[in-house]
C-alpha cells in the first residue's frame, strides 16, 4: 500500500507533481550495551548524545531511497552505558517534480514523513536494551538541509582558497 501524497505545488491536473511512499526499511541496526547487567541496575539519569544526518540514493527514474542516519550514545559518570546506530529508510517514487525543487523534497520532506517509524525504532530498541525509552525530540530537517548546504559552501570556498 503506497501512501500518495501531493507535491506542495500539486493541482489537480493529471501530469501534477506529486510522490508517494512506497514502503521503509530498518537497513542496519547496531545496538551496544557493554556494562550490561550492571549498567541497568542504576537509577542514576545518564549523559545523552544524539546524531542524525539524511542521505539519499537514487535507484531509478524515479525511485529514491531516502535514508536517516541516527545514532545514540548514553554514558554515567564516562562510562558507556549504550551505543546504538540505525539506518532507517524510505522507498519514494516522485512524478512530475521540478529538477530545481528535488534536493528540498527528498532531503526535507521525505525524511520528514519516516522520521516518527525511525524514532519509535529507535526507542523501542534502547528499552528492549534494558533502558527506558530514548524519546528523540522531532527534528527540523528544513533547518538541517539549510545548515548542511552552508557548511558544504563553507569547505568548498576554503577549498577553493588553498
Known amino acids: 500500500m503506497a501512501d500518495e501524497t501531493p507535491a506542495p505545488a500539486a493541482n489537480a491536473t493529471q501530469g501534477a507533481p506529486g510522490y508517494s511512499l512506497l514502503s521503509q526499511y530498518i537497513r542496519d541496526l547496531s545496538f551496544e550495551n557493554p556494562g550490561a547487567p ?3 541496575m542504576s537509577g542514576v539519569q545518564p549523559q ?5 544526518n539524511v542521505g539519499v540514493k537514487k535507484q531509478t527514474d524515479d525511485i529514491y531511497a531516502v535514508e536517516i542516519t541516527l545514532s545514540a550514545k548514553a554514558e554515567r559518570d564516562s562510562a558507556l552505558l549504550f551505543n546504538v546506530e540505525m539506518v532507517y529508510g524510505g522507498v519514494f517514487r516522485l512524478r512530475n517534480v521540478p529538477e530545481q525543487l528535488l534536493p528540498q523534497l527528498l532531503m526535507i520532506e521525505c525524511p520528514r514523513l519516516i522520521f516518527p517509524f525511525a524514532r ?7 528499552q528492549i536494551g534494558g533502558f527506558p525509552p530514548l524519546l528523540m525530540e522531532p527534528v527540523d530537517f528544513q533547518q538541517l538541509y539549510v545548515q548542511n548546504l552552508k557548511n558544504l559552501q563553507a569547505q568548498q570556498a576554503a577549498g577553493a582558497a588553498n
Do not use: D, K
Open 38 to 40: 550492571a549498567s541497568v
Open 120 to 126: 519509535h525504532a529507535l526507542a523501542q530498541t534502547v
Open 48 to 52: 545523552f548524545n544524539v546524531g542524525i
